[in-house]
């Protein structure tokens, strides 16, 4: 079991910059691969980022690539770099997590993660 609590989220405007976080609580941290998806109004939660047990792994949605960075840390942090926001960005932002027996496990459906966290909000103003 694993909880999940992401902070970092606000309001910022059309090219700025935000740093999401999400601690993850237990000891197992580095066994799980680590997963950003945002979901806005009307709209599916979609995949934005994943990032390997070891960090050496990282994947991204098109819609971000260039944008946004994924990173952990060794204890039991998780982070999303957010820089040059759009509008479009606008969305509550979910942090997840996956327990994997591997280190390169690409996980981008919704589906394949077990644990969520609560949600932040990241707004853009144009």
């Known amino acids: 079991q694993v909880q999940l609590v992401e902070s970092g989220g606000g309001l910022v405007q059309a090219g700025g910059s935000l740093r999401l976080s999400c601690a993850a609580s237990?000891?197992?941290?580095?066994?799980?691969?680590m997963g950003w998806f945002r979901q806005a109004p009307g709209k599916e939660r979609e995949f934005v980022a994943t990032i390997s047990r070891s960090g050496g792994y990282t994947f991204y949605a098109d819609s971000v690539k260039g944008r946004f960075a994924v990173s952990r840390d060794t204890k039991n942090t998780a982070y999303l770099q957010m820089d040059s926001l759009r509008p479009e960005d606008t969305a509550v932002y979910y942090c997840?997590?996956?327990?994997?027996?591997?280190?390169?496990?690409?996980?981008?459906?919704?589906?394949?993660?077990?644990?969520w966290g609560q949600g932040t909000q990241v707004t853009v103003s144009s």
């Open positions: 237990g000891r197992t941290f580095s066994t799980y691969t």
């Open positions: 997840a997590a996956a327990p994997s027996i591997t280190d390169y496990d690409k996980r981008v459906r919704p589906d394949d993660y077990d644990y």
